[in-house]
């Protein structure tokens, strides 16, 4: 008779079943979950979420070796431009550094996306450009503090804190690389990571960080560089002057690093490194420190004759000619 054999058999499946069974529940509800407190799952969550560590550990992942798709990171916008998603500094990036080509068409909107809103509808009070003693790169739009200032295109919120000269700030990158900046906020309502749709609420307009009066100091950016926001949205009608734009390498050395025309423009009207420094200048058509600037009218002759010099010494200090014709404005070395 063999049952004897048969049941022990059994037994012995049976006891390992349970063991197995055993060893999972405790797997499962370990002795550290009866230590947990209400909030720890919502805390695991918050973690969980954090992108800055999300896009840090993905790096980490790169640079072992690791040959997977970085997952993480593509769930960023423009992912294929910008080498990392700081949510620390408002600007890390470096145009000349970055762009490779010489031009890339660029377009504002697609057809699934939420259009474009106007960040806030109130009228410029400084435009891009040189202002004192510092270059501008946004443009400032009028309002009054607590007015809603809303998110200009799709996107997601890669940096939302206080940030120096921008006070309250938040910036927001878009699918097409381009990133919009939302400063002087009195009130910051969203946070890194989070989706934005165009026309969705970033926060409350103010007068924080280096500002003489609420207004919103609004900016578009590629890979670092500012652009002048006024080429392409009509702020009297709140519209897009043009959906698609082609951005040149030219453009930006011609129009739009205004530190480097600042510097060539001194460089070309003769200022030395002593006049620069102490800020000489030329106002009113009358020479300051040996610069001169034409007015309407003006001739290398009536010019030699006010300063006390001749047309020949002119001609040699700027290397013009006889012939050559004079523009209002056009500062001359006396």
């Not at 979950?33 to 999300?54: L, S, V």
């Not at 969203?190 to 609004?218: C, D, K, M």
Request: charged share 25%; glycine share 10%; aromatic share 8%.
């Amino acid at each position: 008779m063999q049952h004897p054999k048969i049941v022990k058999n059994f037994i012995c499946i049976l006891s390992l079943s349970c063991l197995g069974f055993f060893s999972t529940a405790a797997g499962t509800f370990s002795p550290d979950d009866r230590n947990k407190k209400p909030d720890d799952d919502k805390k695991a969550k918050i973690k969980r979420d954090d992108t800055t560590k999300q896009v840090i550990q993905s790096e980490m992942l790169a640079e072992a070796g690791d040959e997977s798709i970085d997952t993480v990171q593509i769930l960023f916008p423009s992912h294929d431009l910008y080498s990392s998603w700081d949510t620390s500094m408002a600007h890390p990036y470096h145009f000349y550094e970055a762009f490779k080509g010489d031009s890339v068409i660029i377009t504002l909107t697609q057809t699934a996306d939420c259009g474009f809103s106007m960040p806030f509808r109130g009228g410029i009070t400084s435009e891009f450009g040189w202002r004192k003693y510092r270059p501008h790169y946004g443009t400032d739009i009028d309002l009054e503090t607590g007015d809603s200032v809303v998110n200009a295109f799709d996107g997601m919120v890669r940096m939302a804190k206080y940030c120096s000269g921008y006070g309250n700030c938040v910036i927001v990158r878009h699918n097409n690389g381009l990133e919009t900046v939302y400063g002087h906020l009195s009130k910051i309502m969203v946070e890194p990571g989070q989706t934005v749709t165009a026309g969705g609420a970033l926060g409350l307009g103010g007068n924080t960080g280096r500002s003489s009066g609420s207004h919103l100091h609004f900016e578009m950016r590629y890979l670092g560089q500012a652009l002048d926001t006024e080429d392409f949205l009509d702020y009297s009608k709140g519209t897009l002057k043009t959906n698609t734009f082609t951005l040149r390498k030219s453009d930006v050395e011609n129009k739009y690093d205004l530190r480097a025309l600042h510097s060539r423009h001194k460089r070309d009207i003769g200022l030395t490194r002593a006049e620069r420094k102490s800020g000489k200048y030329v106002k009113g058509g009358k020479s300051f420190k040996g610069i001169y600037k034409i007015r309407s009218g003006d001739s290398l002759g009536t010019i030699a004759r006010k300063n006390h010099t001749t047309v020949k010494a002119l001609c040699k200090k700027n290397g013009l000619k006889l012939t050559s014709k004079l523009r209002p404005g056009q500062k001359l070395k006396i």
